[in-house]
């Protein structure tokens, strides 16, 4: 899983939501929730393309400072930030399904959605998009408090 080439911010937290929507995804498998798979396997999916959407957005900012390329720095961040919640949620859920030892790896999903949630905000506000994914880290929290 080491990789020698370092992560920039955006596609570092797309790896940890894809990490948490994996162990969300193994303890669905462990207490048998299809359901929960199937939204697991959705949201890591739905993730994976953002890294190198926001690699590229960022370049694209460096070299030419536009407006455009400033949203779209806001924008893909502000979409982690929702999918990051997404996962919490559903980590939470998952957790909860279960009294099994497999909760654990649920529960570190959560946190680590949570900490990805809060991450891609910090990324939103730092390229200029103000406190836009507020919701976003609320419903994390949210979530992780349910634990």
Do not use: C, K, W
């Amino acid at each position: 899983m080491a990789s020698s080439e370092p992560l920039a911010a955006g596609p570092a937290v797309v790896r940890t939501i894809e990490l948490a929507a994996g162990l969300a995804l193994l303890t669905a498998h462990v207490v048998g929730r299809d359901d929960l798979v199937a939204r697991a396997e959705s949201l890591a999916s739905e993730v994976a393309p953002l890294a190198g959407a926001d690699a590229d957005a960022y370049g694209e900012f460096l070299a030419t400072r536009s407006d455009e390329a400033r949203a779209r720095t806001i924008e893909l961040p502000l979409r982690m930030a929702e999918l990051a919640a997404d996962t919490a949620e559903l980590a939470a859920e998952t957790a909860l399904s279960t009294e099994s030892a497999a909760r654990g790896d649920a529960r570190a999903g959560v946190l680590l959605a949570e900490s990805a949630a809060r991450a891609a905000a910090m990324l939103v506000q730092v390229n200029g998009g103000g406190d836009a994914a507020a919701s976003a880290t609320g419903r994390a929290a949210r979530a992780a408090a349910r634990l």
